[in-house]
């Protein structure tokens, strides 16, 4: 079983930036790509970018290409997402997720973090 610890979330000013921390543990890690969701009150869980574990390559949804980053770590299982210019639609719970499709739809993963909390404030 992996398990998926994100950490980093808290409250911050519009154009405030914060940076997420997603740590896999547990049985040797393999799955392909990692990536981090958001759920804001009353929405559906939505797709924010992703990273395939070996090759690096990222993918991102519109809304925040230009402002957030994924990177990662192999030697520590950390993945990371650095949001900068943050807004206050950015607000929502952050969830790490991992998986073997390269994928915006989140039933296609197989593990997931328990979330963290990101509010921006105006």
């Not at 969701?37 to 390559?57: C, L, N, T």
């Not at 990662?72 to 719970?93: E, G, H, I, Q, R």
């Amino acid at each position: 079983q992996v398990q998926l610890v994100e950490s980093g979330g808290g409250s911050v000013q519009a154009g405030g930036s914060l940076t997420l921390f997603c740590t896999a543990s547990g049985r040797t890690f393999s799955s392909a790509f990692m990536a981090w969701f958001r759920q804001a009150p009353g929405k559906e869980r939505e797709f924010v970018a992703s990273i395939h574990w070996i090759g690096g390559i990222t993918g991102y949804t519109e809304s925040v290409k230009g402002r957030f980053t994924i990177s990662k770590n192999n030697a520590l299982n950390t993945m990371y997402l650095k949001m900068n210019s943050l807004k206050t639609d950015d607000t929502a719970v952050y969830y790490c997720a991992a998986g073997n499709q390269r994928t915006a739809r989140p039933g296609a993963y197989d593990y997931w973090g328990q979330g963290t909390q990101v509010t921006v404030f105006a």
